[in-house]
Structures are given as structure tokens and as C-alpha cells.
């Protein structure tokens, strides 16, 4: 219980920072730059937090392995907002 109520704190921190849809749909940027979307469920969210939001992860855009960050959208031109939303990583989290 006390692990549940503390995944469910770091998504509301999250989210409060601006974070939008942590926990579920994010918009992530690889090392190259690539945006996409993906999901980021609580689990590994709350590891992401743990080691400085970072996560190693198929990037479908440059179609290589790389360590991706979630991004802010609002710092994101509608340009890129699109094409992140446009390009999704596989159904799994
Ligand atoms: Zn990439």
C-alpha cells in the first residue's frame, strides 16, 4: 500500500510540473533529439525519477536504442507538439 500511495504522489508531482499525461501518453526526446510518444506507466516512472528521469528505449524515429527524458510540451513549438504526437512507440508499456 505504502509503495502504491508513493507511485501515485510521484505522478502528481509530475503532472504538476508540467509533465502532461505522466503515467500514461508522454512526450519523450531521445539523444538525438527525436520526439515521440510513449507510454510511461507509474512503475517505471517512479525508477525513471529515481535514477533522473531517464529510460533506455527503442526510439521508432531514428529506429535505434537510446536513453530518452519525458519533455515538457509547453516548451515545444506546435510543430513539434504534432510530430510527437504523430509518432507512437509500440502498444506496450
Ligand atoms: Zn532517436
Redesign the pocket.
Known sequence: MAVAASLFAMTLVARKRGYEGMGGNTVVR?????L?TTIWVPGISFKALRLGWWRFQY?P????W?I?VPVKVATLSDEEREAAKETRDIRLP
Open positions: 531521445c539523444r538525438s533529439g527525436h515521440f526510439c524515429v531514428g529506429k535505434h537510446t530518452v
